[in-house]
């Protein structure tokens, strides 16, 4: 018969200062992570200059209640990795159109905006094309979709849209 003569490990005030450090270092590093990730994925900045930003409100306001008149809805596809745009007037007709300027921008991470500008589809030139489109599969997820449509207005028609987007489908 053996017996073991080994002492019983004892917690000891040194165990229990190295607990207390390793925990601390794991909850300090945690929150560095964090900081740094939510530092680079957005500034937090939404206007530059928040007074000249009021200023344009007014105006900005007033272009939106002209366009809103006229009575236009735009058609917004994204599917099979393209992009297409097309404007139509209050009785369904297709607005020709001369250009249209797509961008894409994600609501808490400004690194991954895309501007996309948009050629004339089905052959048509610029100018008498009711449809325009371009090659761009965009990351799933919640984007904001800018939208500039020249149809020989004083300024753009403007179409603003926070859309989803899954398996490169708009839904």
């Not at 799933?140 to 149809?151: F, L, T």
Request: proline share 4%; charged share 20%; net charge positive.
């Amino acid at each position: 018969m053996t017996t073991d003569t080994r002492k019983p490990r004892e917690f000891t005030g040194r165990h229990m200062l190295i607990s207390i450090l390793a925990f601390f270092a794991v909850v300090i590093g945690v929150n560095v992570t964090m900081a740094t990730l939510a530092r680079k994925s957005w500034t937090g900045l939404v206007v530059e200059n928040t007074y000249v930003a009021s200023q344009q409100f007014n105006e900005e306001a007033r272009k939106g209640r002209a366009q809103a008149a006229l009575g236009w809805t735009g058609r917004l596809t994204i599917a099979t990795g393209e992009v297409r745009y097309g404007l139509f007037d209050a009785l369904g007709k297709p607005v020709p159109l001369h250009g249209v300027k797509v961008l894409f921008r994600h609501p808490a991470y400004e690194a991954a905006d895309k501007a996309v500008a948009l050629a004339a589809s089905s052959g048509g030139t610029s100018g008498d094309t009711e449809e325009f489109a371009a090659r761009h599969t965009p990351r799933d997820g919640v984007w904001i979709i800018e939208i500039d449509a020249d149809a020989g207005l004083a300024s753009p028609f403007r179409d603003v849209r926070r859309v989803m987007i899954s398996n490169g489908v708009l839904q």
